[in-house]
């Protein structure tokens, strides 16, 4: 065998084994009811060193401000989220997109995170972590309807914060045409549950706030 076709072989190899991890990731995130004891454990391995789950690794190792998330890294966080989303799957109108935007909402933060004046800020993570789950996405899935849904949560997710505190980077009318609110609005209660010290009661009443300013009828808050 000449060295290109054992190259080549190799580069197959590594190809099925990246799809085939991709799609174990997706069956623990839909079937699990902790999908984080699957992530943290594969996330020890080799295979998390190369793109592109070297952009999940990286969440562990980018710290975030104690004031707003005492529990540690982005990665303790996501983790956090995604198994709070697991608690809420069943109610999303698409648990595939759902779960797949718990896990890559913050992977924007690594890229963007900055400590300023002992502050640490992770300004625009939003847009950021939809490129780039659009970057991680594209590498195992041509699926363009799912890829936009995903990346669509995850550009918006911060909206909740934005919209109720009636920030500057409040995106109503363009997150309105890009998700779904009913959807933003769970991966954002998910969000906002997953980390230390949590007050449920305040995080739910800003999600049912959230849903008010955007007009969505009231029937569909039984989520909450």
Same mark, same amino acid.
């Given at each position: 065998m000449s060295l290109k076709d054992r190259n080549e072989k190799e580069i197959y190899r590594e190809e099925q084994c990246r799809e085939e991890q991709y799609r174990?990731?997706?069956?623990?995130?839909?079937?699990?009811?902790?999908?984080? /004891? #699957?992530? /943290?454990?594969?996330?020890?391995?080799?295979?998390?060193?190369?793109?592109?789950?070297?952009?999940?690794k990286r969440m562990k190792q980018t710290?975030?401000?104690?004031?707003?998330?005492?529990?540690?890294?982005?990665?303790?966080?996501?983790?956090?989220?995604?198994?709070?989303?697991?608690?809420h799957r069943e109610q999303s109108k698409?648990?595939?997109?759902?779960?797949?935007?718990?896990?890559l909402h913050d992977i924007g933060k690594p890229s963007v995170t900055r400590s300023r004046?002992?502050?640490?800020?992770?300004?625009?993570?939003?847009?950021e972590g939809a490129?780039?789950?659009?970057?991680?996405?594209?590498?195992?899935?041509?699926?363009?309807a799912f890829i936009d849904a995903v990346c669509g949560?995850?550009? #918006?997710?911060?909206?909740?914060?934005?919209?109720? +505190?009636?920030?500057?980077?409040?995106?109503? +009318? /363009?997150? +309105?045409?890009?998700?779904?609110?009913?959807?933003?609005?769970?991966?954002g209660l998910c969000d906002r549950l997953g980390r230390a010290g949590v007050d449920v009661e305040k995080e739910k009443e800003s999600v049912m706030a959230f849903l008010q300013l955007c007009g969505v009828p009231g029937k569909d808050f039984d989520f909450i």
């Open positions: 174990k990731i997706e069956s623990h995130l839909l079937l699990d009811d902790r999908p984080s /004891e #699957y992530l /943290e454990k594969i996330g020890e391995t080799e295979e998390f060193n190369h793109f592109p789950f070297d952009l999940l710290k975030q401000s104690p004031k707003y998330h005492p529990e540690g890294s982005v990665w303790i966080h996501t983790m956090m989220v995604v198994d709070e989303a697991a608690k698409n648990p595939q997109v759902f779960m797949w935007a718990a896990l004046n002992g502050k640490i800020t992770s300004y625009n993570h939003d847009r490129e780039l789950a659009r970057e991680f996405l594209l590498v195992f899935t041509e699926d363009e949560l995850v550009r #918006y997710h911060m909206q909740i914060l934005f919209v109720t +505190k009636g920030t500057a980077r409040a995106q109503l +009318k /363009e997150m +309105k045409r890009s998700v779904d609110i009913r959807e933003a609005a769970l991966l």
